[in-house]
């Protein structure tokens, strides 16, 4: 296949220095002017640097940043189907048992005036974030129904080609499958002892830290570019208490 290919652009280049040289034979038989042909081929071979440097620095360059546009709207559509199904619920789950949830829900009440500093600062603070879960029997296998339930869902996102390019949230769903196994492989939930159920608190607290972090990327992303998916993630965010998702003020119609 290759050289095949190598052959075709061999044969498109050969083609088209015979056009050329054709073109300016025609010239020289109507015009008899060697002197204009040389000067413009100088001209046009002086031009080439210049072309070069256009197409290569200036337009590639144009065209990377518009594939990266595609690629960060293809990452973040992605992600945004893993909250929607399951990692809001996941959110609101682990903060309800959190026992300093009021003491950081406050940092997490994303609103509609915040700007980049303003989620780099909570996004500082929670990288540093060291939470202590507490959860019964009871509460990891209403935890473990609702894993095992999406299981096939967080293979495919590990599946997709699209997140090899995103490390911190291929880490996300990596611990968020971890976790499901952990519970699945568990026949009785309630017989487990001290340093198991430690050792299952210790890999929901991973997937609670990375949650709220890649969280605050995805809601700081929405900010940024699509305003009418922001006011609907705010709207159901897991840790205002005051969200509603009908909207009760006039001129907050966007989403």
Request: glycine residues 4%; hydrophobic residues 40%; proline residues 3%.
């Amino acid at each position: 296949m290759s050289g095949t290919r190598k052959y075709w652009e061999l044969s498109f280049a050969v083609i088209l220095i015979i056009i050329s040289v054709t073109l300016y034979y025609l010239h020289y038989l109507i015009f008899h002017d060697p002197h204009h042909i040389v000067l413009y081929l100088l001209g046009d071979l002086a031009f080439v640097p210049i072309e070069v440097l256009l197409v290569t620095l200036v337009i590639d360059q144009l065209l990377e940043n518009r594939d990266k546009k595609l690629k960060l709207d293809k990452l973040n559509m992605v992600i945004g189907t893993y909250f929607s199904t399951i990692g809001t619920s996941l959110l609101a789950l682990f903060s309800d048992h959190d026992p300093e949830r009021d003491r950081i829900k406050n940092q997490l009440v994303v609103k509609g005036d915040w700007n980049d500093t303003n989620f780099s600062t909570v996004k500082k603070f929670f990288t540093q974030y060291r939470p202590t879960i507490s959860m019964q029997s009871e509460d990891l296998v209403h935890l473990r129904v609702t894993l095992q339930k999406n299981e096939d869902f967080l293979i495919r996102l590990l599946e997709n080609p699209v997140l090899l390019e995103h490390e911190s949230f291929t880490s996300l769903l990596q611990a968020s499958f971890h976790l499901t196994e952990e519970l699945i492989r568990r026949n009785d939930l309630h017989l487990c002892c001290g340093p198991d159920h430690a050792h299952i608190l210790g890999d929901i607290e991973r997937v609670y830290t990375d949650l709220i972090i890649e969280w605050l990327k995805y809601m700081q992303y929405l900010k940024n570019n699509y305003p009418y998916l922001f006011s609907y993630a705010m709207r159901t965010n897991p840790f205002d208490e005051m969200a509603t998702i009908e909207i009760h003020e006039s001129g907050d119609q966007s989403g």
